[in-house]
């Protein structure tokens, strides 16, 4: 026995529920694949907007970038910040429809072990 260890270890708990590792992959390949889908409709946004003028972009945003001897993007801050608020509005939408499928498939309100909801006088309710 080490000077540093402890008499009396707690065993780690298990948890009561295991997660699907089918779930991990769907959340790995959104992370992935959002964010491409996000700049790709960036892209064609930006194209439409030049051509189109729907919105006046300042010309901060409308310039091309260029990396020495490698290669140049048309319209690259313009490109990402739209696609950033494509990647926000993306996520919440995923966000909005988990959160209805799991209020429709999850577990009860109350579990096994909760006590029912306290029965109040009819003077009290609103």
């Not at 295991?18 to 769907?26: A, D, E, L, Y």
């Not at 429809?97 to 109040?120: E, Q």
Request: charged share 15%; aromatic share 12%.
């Amino acid at each position: 026995m080490g000077r540093y260890d402890r008499f009396n270890r707690t065993p780690v708990k298990e948890r009561p529920w295991k997660v699907h590792p089918i779930w991990r992959g769907i959340g790995c390949a959104l992370l992935i694949i959002l964010p491409v889908m996000a700049y790709a409709g960036a892209v064609e946004i930006v194209a439409l907007n030049s051509k189109n003028q729907w919105v006046v972009l300042p010309a901060v945003f409308m310039q091309t970038v260029t990396a020495p001897y490698l290669f140049s993007v048309p319209h690259l801050y313009a490109n990402l910040s739209v696609a950033l608020l494509l990647l926000v509005i993306g996520y919440g939408v995923l966000v909005v429809i988990y959160s209805i499928l799991y209020s429709i498939t999850g577990p009860g309100r109350y579990g096994p072990l909760d006590a029912p909801p306290p029965k109040r006088p009819k003077s009290w309710r609103r």
